[in-house]
């Protein structure tokens, strides 16, 4: 299936792969230019009615017609280059440690560093026009 433009990415983030804290969004036209990206922050995130509200929001302001998400946490919520340094373990989230980041040993993420085969099982509350 094709994707209609403009397309949302939401990509889940926490402290291990099974928490999710965090839950980036960027919503990207045809010619794979970003056009604007939002992150929330909460401890129990997927069933936060105003973050899943203010996520339906943002999507419509840019009129999104496709939401792709991973389907697995993807790594800790904490920004390389901003909470730590570049080509560093983040020192927050110590599941994290080697499989992350500029700077990750874990040869498992070399091909597909984006996706992973496992699912949590969660979904997000909100449905698009």
Not at 32 to 47: F, H, K, M, P
Not at 85 to 93: A, N, R, T, Y
């Amino acid at each position: 299936m094709k994707p209609k433009y403009p397309t949302a990415i939401v990509i889940p983030y926490g402290p291990n792969d099974k928490t999710v804290t965090k839950l980036v969004a960027s919503v990207m036209d045809s010619s794979d230019r970003i056009l604007a990206t939002e992150r929330w922050v909460a401890s129990d995130i997927l069933n936060d009615e105003q973050i899943a509200r203010q996520m339906y929001e943002f999507m419509r302001t840019y009129g999104t017609k496709t939401v792709v998400s991973a389907t697995a946490v993807l790594g800790c919520p904490h920004e390389e280059g901003e909470d730590f340094p570049e080509g560093e373990d983040c020192p927050f989230c110590p599941f994290w440690k080697g499989k992350q980041g500029s700077g990750t040993t874990d040869s498992r993420w070399d091909a597909l560093k984006s996706v992973r085969q496992e699912r949590l099982g969660f979904s997000y509350r909100f449905w698009l026009p």
